[in-house]
């Protein structure tokens, strides 16, 4: 069939979103923009002033890592790349690619044996984050050299997925989730101009249950409204009832790229801040079941001991990267053991934020008030002239006084005494408290 319908498309010319055409591909493949102007959301990216307008208008495309959410355009933001910059376009799957297979898109652009134009070729990568570290190796060169133009697309952070030498050769541009509008956009997007779709005469009574059940995912909601469109007769009347019955009957207990993906780990995270053990192990079956990534538990509990526990029991952050360690090498299945020993220690951890809440305190104070100046006595002094200029000068070496303290300003003068962090109210951190305060007495109010 494949071959008939290459066939068909190759004597007739026919046009790239008719029927005849496409009659076999899911409505997202059907209704994926093949132009810049067509393409929904991620305005601070493509939009007129966006991060990668001019390069995409230009052609001057640097390699880059597309991170975010499932079916939020990833894939056909890399094709829309290849359209607009006039580049040839290999694509590879990190499920099923290997060295092997990168190596022989390489070898092509290296010998430039017609096969490419000028421009060197884009090698696109989705999933990247599954590359071994062996297979992410294979690309440096090439990309160092710039044989190929490497985008790769993750819904893992690339930080922790991407090795450092390569990553240090991209660029990271992070897609958003779907808005709301953006959703019922692409739906009216399918009603107007899908072939199939806007014979049936659909009216959008309802969408709420439809954009809930999508959990944010376009290529989720429209298999989602495919389904419902193409198994009832016209003309179809969307509401909240029909969606529910219908799509209940067709969607699996738990969906680790879905809506329940993230409310199931949204519960787990929160059972544990929540300090509910019994809650927390729950949930974290729940997603074992499901066959998610233990790197994926594993970095978010990593989050959580310094974001929920902090300097209430510093031992957290410890045994939660230990964890994360050990289930790297150890995998399914006797790696929920260590999980669950894990979660169980930071459920029963006593807790706080006031880390977290500091960190952000302070980015926010510097984006209002800007680059302030360091003052003179903690500036560093490596040459003579920065001496006569006076940095450096007048700074009091703590260790050379009582308690290995000396009273001085660190901060800018325009933000002197300002309170950043609060410690909690804990065994651990109270003590802190008693600290600042014998230290500071009554600048920082502690």
Known sequence: MAI???YVREKVKCHPNSYLCNMNEPLAER???????????QQHLIGPTGALHKQIKTGAIPSLILWGPPGVGKTTLANIIATESGRP??????????????????????????????KNPILFIDEIHRFSKSQQDSLLGAVEKGWVTLIGATTENPSFEVISALLSRCQVYVLKPFSKEDLIALLERAIKEDPVIKNKRVVLKETEALLRLSGGDGRKLLNIFELLVTSSDSPVEITNDMVLEQVQQNTVLYDKTGEQHYDIVSAFIKSI??????????????MIEGGEDVKFIARRLLILSSEDIGNANPTALVMANNTFQ???????????????????YLATSPKSNASYMAINQAQSLVKNTGNLPVPLPIRNAPTKLMKDL?????????????????????????????????????????????????????????
Do not use: M
């Open 4 to 6: 008939l319908l290459s």
């Open 31 to 41: 209704l994926r923009p093949k132009k810049i102007e067509d393409y929904l959301s």
């Open 89 to 118: 376009f290999y694509t590879l799957s990190a499920v099923s690619s290997g060295v092997k297979d990168v190596r022989e898109v390489i070898e092509k652009a290296k010998k430039n044996d017609g096969l490419f134009t000028t």
């Open 273 to 286: 801040r929540g300090s509910d053990p019994n809650a927390a192990v729950y949930w974290l079956a729940r």
């Open 326 to 344: 050990a289930v790297t090498t150890i995998g399914f299945p006797e790696s929920r053991i260590i999980l669950s020993q894990c979660v169980i």
């Open 390 to 446: 006076g940095y450096g000068e007048d700074y009091q070496y703590a260790h050379n006084y009582k308690d290995n303290f000396a009273e001085a300003e660190f901060l800018p003068e325009e933000i002197k005494n300002t309170t950043l962090y609060s410690p909690g109210n804990n065994q651990r951190e109270n003590a802190q408290r008693e600290f600042l305060k014998k230290r500071w007495k009554n600048k920082y109010g502690y």
